[in-house]
């Protein structure tokens, strides 16, 4: 029985092993950030492919000024003193339409209207997304340098910790000193705990924000915080 139970833990490790090592972190930038971001966002490819369409109806509409050449066919008969003949023709004509009562000028005019607002449409929806990015890109790299914060208190923590329980031992401090430092010791964990919860969330909304579905995929945000000094 003993000798199964090794057997069945070294497969649950084996199997579980290369799980782990597909995960990867990778460096980030802000202006990154944005770059992939308007790259991959669908609403920003909707819109652009709005303003191509849009411009290509506008692009018609010049073929309203210019002339038109055709041909036109018809079937004659000829009547002479001596015979009669039939037979096809064809005339060759250019057309140019001179005045329509501004049909084609309005027409022109609503087109390049209707491309002016999706080129507007376009840039409300890279504004609207860099700021989106910004929002993300700058929560991930909070909630990164305050896990970071709490986990030096909590090294500083355990380190006076155990100077306090040397001190202890010569009669300087208590056991209600000591108790403190456990009590802030469980304070600090349950913080971290929790802000490594709101990461995993975080980055999972920046992932979906960027169009990068790998879940495996982790960024980690390059930069700083923005600092503001109060003069009093």
């Known amino acids: 029985m003993g000798n199964q139970f090794v057997k069945l833990f070294f497969v649950i490790q084996i199997g579980f092993a290369p799980v782990l090592s597909w995960a990867e972190t990778k460096p980030i930038t802000l202006e990154q950030a944005i770059s ?6 669908l609403d ?16 018609r509409t010049t073929s309203y000024f210019l002339p ?9 008969y000829f009547d ?30 609503a087109k390049s209207f209707d491309l ?30 305050s896990t970071k914060a709490y ?5 500083r ?25 456990d009590l802030y010791q469980t304070d600090l964990q349950a913080e971290i705990v929790r802000l490594k919860s709101d990461y995993k969330q975080a980055q999972a909304e920046f992932r979906e924000l960027l169009g990068q579905n790998d879940q495996a995929l982790e960024y980690s945000p390059k930069g700083a915080l923005a600092h503001y000094h109060i003069d009093e």
């Open 36 to 41: 992939i971001g308007f790259g991959e966002n």
């Open 44 to 59: 920003i490819k909707t819109s652009e492919r709005e303003q191509e369409a849009s411009e290509a109806r506008l692009k």
């Open 68 to 76: 038109r050449l055709g041909v036109e066919s018809r079937y004659e």
């Open 80 to 109: 002479s003193s001596f015979q009669r003949q039939t037979g096809a023709t064809a005339d060759l004509y250019l057309e140019w339409n001179l005045f329509n009562g501004f049909r084609d000028w309005y027409d022109r005019k």
């Open 116 to 145: 002016d607002q999706t080129r507007v449409g376009v840039t409300r929806q890279k504004l609207e997304t860099k700021s989106a990015i910004e929002a993300k890109f700058y929560r991930l790299l909070a909630i990164s340098e």
């Open 151 to 155: 986990e030096e208190a909590l090294a």
């Open 157 to 181: 923590n355990e380190s006076q910790k155990g100077s306090a329980k040397k001190r202890r031992q010569a009669g300087l401090v208590s056991d209600v000193d000591i108790f403190e430092f």
